[in-house]
């Protein structure tokens, strides 16, 4: 029976010529099994990448072609993947049961369009059947069902794989000089403001007088952790900071508070809670971190083994 589908399509395989790329536009990408994926469906998956990518090398039409040719590539394979797992579920037996489906597409127009007839609205305007929405929604389901059946097992990553991999990894975990900082932002109204000057001299003299620093801050920055007292959170390496603040704030010790760092938008007053030399983070720190990159890691190669074995049993033509 799978020989006797395959026909009409070698037949159409050796018939195959070469096309304009206008022509392209609905023109055979790939054959998977017996379904057809068109150039206009890589195009429709890709589209918002290429958006995104066309602003951002907008200058280097070069490296954009480049770059949107690895991800045309990309986006038909992720089509071609689709199809293997939708014909691995018709093979194996599987069965999806319409009132499931017609839960799913409920829950869809709830989270996504509020209504049927916005839903609707929305589709019609999109030039997309609801027979075809609902299909789509059904696949969508079946793939990542398949998905977390093929690959979400339980992945156990030992002691030793995680110490491994920390030790052959180190300068990803190397921390820079850091401080923890206070900061006063007191922000100009024009170019020849100085009464914010005056102001910020006037706070920064309280301060050196025995003014709680945060209460300060709480009291007078316009900066954006003026809630928490100027405080900047967590240790911040040099790089955080624009060059003057930096320069400031690393030549100070742990309970100094600067002097008055005019700009010519704003004012500043930094004090440095603590301060911390460069350092490789331990590994009791970042041994989340690695276990969650090394499942990751496991499960992609899971992933690929398990596509590698649908194609393998499953006719692929590419155009």
């Not at 928490?228 to 790089?239: N, Y």
């Not at 100094?256 to 983070?281: F, L």
């Amino acid at each position: 029976m799978k020989f006797a589908r395959l026909i009409p399509i070698l037949a159409a395989m050796f018939c195959f010529v070469p096309v304009s790329r206008a022509e392209m536009a609905d023109g055979v990408q790939a054959i998977v099994n017996d379904t057809v994926i068109t150039y206009a469906q890589v195009e429709e998956l890709t589209a918002p990448a290429a958006d995104v990518l066309r602003r951002e090398y907008a200058d280097q039409p070069d490296v954009f072609q480049k770059k949107l040719d690895e991800t045309i590539s990309d986006s038909l394979e992720q089509l071609v993947e689709r199809q293997l797992i939708l014909h691995d579920f018709d093979v194996e037996g599987y069965k999806l049961p319409d009132s499931v489906v017609d839960e799913l597409v409920q829950d869809n127009i709830r989270e996504h369009f509020g209504d049927r007839i916005t839903m609707m609205k929305t589709l019609q305007a999109q030039g997309v059947t609801f027979e075809q929405f609902r299909k789509d929604i059904r696949e969508r389901f079946i793939v990542s069902q398949l998905r977390n059946k093929n690959i979400s097992q339980e992945i156990v990553i030992s002691p030793y794989k995680v110490e491994s991999y920390y030790l052959a990894h180190q300068d990803d975990f190397k921390v820079e000089d850091q401080v923890k900082l206070r900061m006063i932002v007191l922000n100009k109204s024009s170019d020849d403001d100085t009464n914010t000057l005056n102001l910020a001299r006037e706070i920064q003299t309280k301060i050196k007088e025995g003014a709680d620093f945060a209460q300060m801050a709480s009291v007078y920055s316009q900066g954006s952790q003026r809630s928490q007292g100027g405080d900047w959170g967590p240790p911040i390496e040099r790089s955080v900071l624009r060059n003057d603040l930096a320069d400031a704030a690393f030549s100070l010790k742990p309970g100094q508070v600067s002097d008055v760092i005019d700009t010519t938008n704003s004012c500043y007053i930094m004090r440095v809670e603590a301060k911390y030399p460069a350092h490789v983070r331990p590994l009791n720190e970042v041994r989340d971190d690695i276990e969650n990159t090394l499942r990751t890691q496991e499960q992609a190669r899971i992933e690929k083994q398990w596509i590698e074995s649908l194609k393998k049993k499953t006719f692929i033509r590419y155009f």
